[in-house]
Nanobody, 124 residues
């Protein structure tokens, strides 16, 4: 049974930084495309960043230049470094995975495994 466990959310002032972590258990990490998806109250899910095809990365336009996705495959861990945070980044952030290598960035609806979510709150 694949499980994703996130950590690292919290509250920060605008301009601050947070790092999210996600550990995958129950299968071989290298078989998965991984990503971060967020959802703010009253808004649709948004794919924030992903690693697919083993090493290709994708970023939403809204976070380019501020967020960095990375992974430590031997530790089965995915990271999201979030810098220069803005109030509009406030959302629940979910780690997500799909057991496939994609030739394009996975969309939120492509992911089949989800973490429990971690709250990120950015105050102005």
């Amino acid at each position: 049974q694949v499980q994703l466990v996130e950590s690292g959310g919290g509250s920060v002032q605008a301009g601050g930084s947070l790092r999210l972590s996600c550990v995958l258990s129950g299968d071989t990490y290298g078989r998965y495309s991984m990503g971060w998806v967020r959802q703010a109250p009253g808004k649709e899910r948004e794919g924030v960043a992903s690693i697919y095809n083993g090493y290709d990365t994708y970023y939403a336009d809204s976070v380019k230049g501020r967020f960095t996705i990375s992974q430590d495959a031997p530790k089965n861990t995915l990271y999201l470094q979030m810098d220069s945070l803005k109030p509009e980044d406030t959302a629940i952030y979910y780690c997500a995975a799909v057991r496939a290598w994609w030739l394009r960035p996975p969309k939120p609806e492509d992911f089949t495994y989800w973490g429990q979510g971690t709250q990120v709150t950015v105050s102005s």
